[in-house]
């Protein structure tokens, strides 16, 4: 039996017994079990996004009101280095082909760093309050989500080169790069809803298609589809999930999630769909059907509005803002059975 059967097994098995542990709406939690709590450094405050290096095998977190990034073993969650003096950090992009992680730092910096000694490379400009950063290997090309303008900054030759900024609409969210169709994809709120889906071309700095998200407020969390058939986006102002076909009509389903929808994360092995929220809520979608399908709920704890997942090991990772000890850690947990 496979570790996707096997969870499913256990979920059904949950949904047997005469008193499951379930939220209002009827459905079971998620079956998730405790692997550690990991010390992490720095002040109980405001952890963002996080990325997997799966060449380093590191976790890389942003310590947003910390001013810092945390670089993890995926192995174990212990703590391998501290970068200091990053202020505002939120998003984060893992570039092994070229040896750096990028993070974006407010007020209107990227900052470039080595994945392999971890040390700071450089600085450079982007627009103002940057939040989501995407990868693009085919162009070499860095996708920076300009938040307090509206905008996407496309900076050539791996962050080093020249920026080209693209004004979408009154606020970005987040910002993911498809190699099936060579584009970036950002979340946009408008002046007038509903929210948006854009695609730009890296090379050109043209967009390419605006999805309507009927639905979605606040479209802000963005990942695509394993497939990238369609795009999932989080909608934190009215705590929604959006599916997007990408092609066709582009058919929008819309499921519900904790309040304050925020960090999408994928296991693809599983076809599993982490939706971590500002409550420290966790909703969890199958990826294997069609439109929105539920599997269950979880909490893995307050402020946990971060989520990870390593697609090798089904392991699921949030940095809770204060522990049993009132100090940091790094909650790592798992599907049961797996």
């Not at 976790?59 to 003096?85: Q, R, T």
């Not at 900024?165 to 790069?177: A, D, I, P, S």
């Not at 050109?204 to 999805?211: D, F, L, R, Y």
């Not at 069609?290 to 893995?300: K, M, R, S, T, Y």
Request: one cysteine or more; charged letters at 15%.
């Amino acid at each position: 039996m496979n570790a996707r059967a096997m969870l499913l097994l256990v979920l059904a098995g949950c949904a047997s017994k005469s008193a499951p542990v379930a939220p209002a709406d009827g459905h079971v939690g998620l079956p998730l079990v405790p692997v550690a709590d990991v010390p992490l450094p720095g002040p109980a405050n405001r952890f963002d996004y996080q990325e997997i290096d799966p060449v380093a095998g590191h976790l890389i977190v942003a310590h947003m009101n910390a001013g810092s990034v945390v670089v993890a073993n995926l192995s174990d969650g212990s703590v391998v280095k501290e970068l200091p003096g990053i202020p505002v950090a939120r998003g984060v992009a893992v570039a092994d082909d070229v040896g750096i992680v990028f993070v974006t730092s407010s007020p209107s910096s990227l900052v470039l760093v080595d994945n392999k000694a971890l040390t700071e490379i450089k600085r450079v400009t982007t627009g103002n309050g940057p939040d989501g950063v995407a990868w693009d290997p085919d162009h070499k090309v860095v996708g920076v989500s300009d938040q307090k303008d509206g905008a996407i900054s496309l900076i050539a030759d791996a962050g080093s080169g020249a920026r080209t900024q693209v004004k979408l609409g009154t606020e970005t969210g987040n910002v993911v790069y498809d190699a099936m169709r060579k584009v970036f994809w950002i979340t946009v709120v408008t002046s007038s809803p509903p929210d948006q889906l854009v695609s730009v071309d890296p090379i050109t700095s043209n967009t390419i298609s605006t999805i309507l998200l009927p639905g979605c407020e606040g479209a802000h969390g963005l990942r695509l589809h394993p497939d990238a058939k369609s795009a999932f986006v989080a909608c934190e102002n009215n705590d929604k999930l959006a599916r997007v076909d990408l092609d066709g009509a582009h058919a929008v389903s819309i499921g519900s999630t904790g309040a304050g929808a925020d960090v999408l994360a994928i296991d693809p092995g599983l076809s599993l769909l982490y939706v971590a929220a500002e409550s420290g809520d966790l909703t969890v979608f199958d990826l294997s059907q069609p439109g929105i399908a539920l599997l269950g709920h979880d909490n893995p704890g307050p402020n946990s509005h971060s989520v990870a997942v390593d697609p090798q090991t089904h392991r699921v990772f949030f940095p809770i803002m204060q522990g049993p000890a009132g100090t940091p850690v790094l909650r790592i947990e798992k599907p049961t059975g797996i």
